[in-house]
Nanobody, 124 residues
């Protein structure tokens, strides 16, 4: 059974940094793309950033360009999201997701497995 578990969320001041982790169980982590999505308060879930199965390339939303970095450690079956220069508008529940085989995609429907989410709150 596939299980994803995020960690590392919390409260941080604007301009600060956080690193999220996502441990993946019961899945061939190295053969699928992975992504991070977020759901701000009162809004729909949105794409943040994704990485190819081999880690060779990534896609990101314009809103996180030059601030967020995604990486994966295939040996540890763990996905990471490094978030720098955080802004209040980054406040959301952050979800990691495991995609179908192929290139990383932006749409949630291409990700069959999801974690339960971790809260990130950025104060001004």
């Amino acid at each position: 059974q596939v299980y994803l578990k995020e960690s590392g969320g919390g409260l941080v001041q604007a301009g600060g940094s956080l690193r999220l982790s996502c441990a993946v169980f019961g899945h061939t982590f190295s053969s699928v793309p992975m992504g991070w999505f977020r759901q701000p308060p009162g809004k729909e879930r949105e794409f943040v950033i994704a990485i190819a199965d081999n880690g060779d390339f990534t896609y990101h939303a314009n809103s996180v360009k030059d601030r967020f970095t995604i990486s994966k450690d295939n040996a540890k079956n763990t996905l990471y999201l490094q978030m720098n220069s955080l802004k209040p508008e980054d406040t959301a529940v952050y979800y990691c997701a495991s995609g179908v085989k192929g290139p990383p995609r932006l749409e949630p429907q291409w990700y069959p497995y999801w974690g339960q989410g971790t809260q990130v709150t950025v104060s001004s």
